[in-house]
């Protein structure tokens, strides 16, 4: 089975600019969580998606947006870029039967600088 | 509020040498536990798991331990070698949650 991809790898934009990131989880999987990774910090949760809903919230403010295909494809979006949004964003895809749906499958990330 | 975190941020062991990343957590709730290595440039990978009513288990070179009674978690990386250089993260899974904490840098000197 192909792994979660994540497009694009690198990205750079500028403050106030908006961004949309993309995933494609493991074929199968329904579940897909976000994740943003700043240098030496561990992961923030965003949301996590099932079936085209939304069915967890990190405590992000609501520039940060996502939505999910009926393919299980995910985009999350962030509007008025800020400094402070540079980050690694993760993506990661969870099964739905024993322990498939606790483990997150993760991409290699999209590395976002906002200049 | 939950939370799961760890109690050294940055590990420096000598290679051949055991390694022990511990872990604590707050939601008694959790019905797995897991540890993720992530390597740079790459994401998070699943190592190891295990289930609530567990308090060991034992992989290729890596046992976990957990202790329900002091919400602790442990990963012991037997005869460390390079390649397990990287940040680890344990997690735990109360419903359909994931909660990491915070992670730790585990330095192999060689």
């Known amino acids: 089975k192909a792994g979660v991809t994540q497009t694009p790898r690198y990205l750079i934009k500028t403050r106030g600019q908006q961004v949309t990131l993309s995933c494609s989880p493991i074929?199968?999987?329904?579940?897909v969580s976000w994740y943003q990774q700043t240098p030496g910090q561990g992961l923030q949760f965003l949301f996590e998606?099932?079936?085209?809903?939304?069915?967890n919230k990190g405590n992000f403010p609501g520039r940060f947006s996502g939505r999910q295909f009926s393919n299980s494809r995910s985009e999350m979006n962030v509007s008025t870029l800020e400094l402070g949004d540079s980050a690694l964003y993760l993506c990661?895809?969870?099964?739905?039967?024993?322990?498939?749906?606790?483990?997150?499958?993760f991409g290699a990330g999209t590395r976002l600088s906002v200049l | 509020g939950e939370s799961v975190g760890l109690h050294l941020p940055t590990l420096s062991v000598q290679e051949g040498d055991n390694s022990i990343i511990n872990c604590a957590y707050s939601?008694?709730?959790?019905?797995?536990f897991i540890w993720y290595k992530q390597e740079s440039g790459k994401g998070p990978q699943f190592i190891i798991d295990?289930?609530?009513?567990?308090d060991k288990r034992q992989g290729q070179r890596v046992t976990v331990l957990l202790n329900k009674t002091v919400k602790h978690l442990s990963l012991q990386i037997a005869a460390t070698q390079p390649g397990d250089s990287a940040v680890y993260f344990c997690?735990?899974?109360?419903?359909?949650?994931?909660?990491f904490g915070a992670g730790t840098r585990l330095f192999v000197k060689a």
């Open positions: 939601n008694s709730a959790s019905d797995y």
């Open positions: 295990i289930r609530s009513n567990m």
């Open positions: 997690a735990e899974t109360p419903g359909f949650k994931t909660i």
């Open positions: 990661a895809s969870s099964g739905t039967g024993g322990l498939d749906k606790n483990i997150q499958y």
């Open positions: 998606y099932f079936s085209e809903t939304q069915r």
């Open positions: 074929s199968g999987h329904r579940s």
